[in-house]
């Protein structure tokens, strides 16, 4: 079991840059995986990138590779280093973890246990 707890959201304007964190607190069994995803209101949550915790390894939606950049610290934290931020980059971002012994964290929302409530980040002018 853990608690996760996002920060760093906030609105910029587009093409500037943004950094999200999370850091896994209460940790009974610590974290394997972890990951960001995004929820536009009305639509469905979707994957940005996950890591393993341990291997790194990380993996990128087609849509922010090149842009977006997932890193960890201390086995409990995840970075999300946003670059050339566009309007449609526009949702709440969510840190998710699972805690099993998988050595690859697939992109797929319902491999996560762990949900933290999320951090708006808005990108306009």
């Known amino acids: 079991q853990m608690t996760l707890v996002e920060s760093g959201g906030g609105s910029v304007p587009p093409g500037n840059p943004l950094r999200l964190s999370c850091v896994a607190r209460?940790?009974?069994?610590?974290?394997?995986?972890m990951a960001w995803f995004r929820q536009v209101p009305g639509k469905e949550r979707e994957v940005v990138a996950t890591i393993h915790m341990d291997i790194g390894g990380p993996e990128y939606a087609a849509s922010v590779k090149g842009r977006f950049r997932i890193s960890r610290e201390r086995k409990t934290t995840i970075y999300l280093q946003m670059n050339d931020l566009r309007p449609e980059d526009t949702a709440i971002y969510f840190c998710a973890a699972e805690d099993s012994h998988y050595s690859h964290c697939p992109l797929k929302e319902s491999f996560f246990d762990y949900w933290g409530q999320g951090t708006q980040v808005t990108v306009q002018s």
């Open positions: 209460e940790v009974v069994v610590r974290p394997n995986c």
